[in-house]
């Protein structure tokens, strides 16, 4: 059975600060996913990272994948008040077919 | 370009109640989802499909059934509504090409009462 952690489940930080959020996953897949969602909105795709070493970068947010440990990370550099959200991964598998498996979010708080 | 379109937005049922949860999308997406919402429990799948005409389990599919109309549309249906499934139900197409993208719809906030 497929399981995905991530952690800290929950995050206040300052703005200006850089933190990393992890994900972990119990069985090998070939595609790990990162999505932001804002209160009471749908979810936004951030990063698709289909290989081992992948890395991508969009703004503040730098997100990477480690097949081998079955490992990925976010990064945010310099935290703004805007990124505030809950972030999920999801990893295919699991669920069936293509489905994906979520972890069950990291509450994001940046404080001015 | 609409994307994946989910109706109603917001429902309230009484308990045994049935209703059925609509999804449409214009991307000519094979496959579509989907998933249920829960405080602290992240997105789980109730039920996938594949193609048109194939439908299969996913995580958590008691107490719902689902139709794949066509190609555009995939329905989630409730027979007889219990508080446990009051939940935001999210609908999802995804697209096997280069992208592997899944594009979500804007959700259902459902509660049963």
């Known amino acids: 059975e497929l399981k995905v952690e991530q952690n800290p489940l929950f995050l206040s930080m300052q703005e200006g600060k850089n933190y990393t959020i992890y994900c972990n996953y119990s069985?090998?897949?070939?595609?790990l996913y990162w999505y932001r969602q804002d209160p009471g909105k749908s979810l936004e795709s951030l990063f698709v990272?289909?290989?081992?070493?992948a890395v991508k970068q969009e703004g503040r947010l730098m997100a990477s994948l480690d097949t081998k440990a079955r490992l990925s990370t976010l990064h945010i550099t310099a935290a703004v008040h805007d990124l505030s959200a809950t972030y999920f991964c999801?990893?295919?598998?699991?669920?069936?077919?293509?489905?994906?498996?979520f972890g069950k979010g990291t509450h994001l708080i940046i404080q001015p | 370009n609409a994307g994946v379109t989910q109706t109603p937005k917001f429902q309230v049922l009484k308990t045994g109640q049935s209703m059925t949860l609509q999804c449409a999308q214009d991307m000519n997406h094979n496959s579509m989802y989907w998933y249920r919402q829960d405080p602290g429990m992240g997105l789980r799948l109730i039920y996938y499909s594949a193609s048109e005409g194939t439908t299969d389990k996913g995580e958590v599919p008691n107490g719902y059934n689902v139709s794949r109309l066509n190609k555009r549309e995939f329905s989630l249906r409730l027979e007889s509504a219990a508080p446990s499934q009051t939940s935001v139900y999210f609908c999802?197409?995804?697209?096997?090409?280069?992208?592997?993208?899944?594009?979500f719809g804007s959700g259902t906030r459902l509660t049963v009462v």
């Open positions: 999802a197409s995804s697209d096997l090409g280069p992208n592997y993208g899944y594009t």
């Open positions: 999801a990893v295919v598998g699991g669920g069936g077919a293509d489905g994906l498996t």
């Open positions: 990272l289909l290989s081992n070493g």
């Open positions: 069985t090998t897949s070939d595609r």
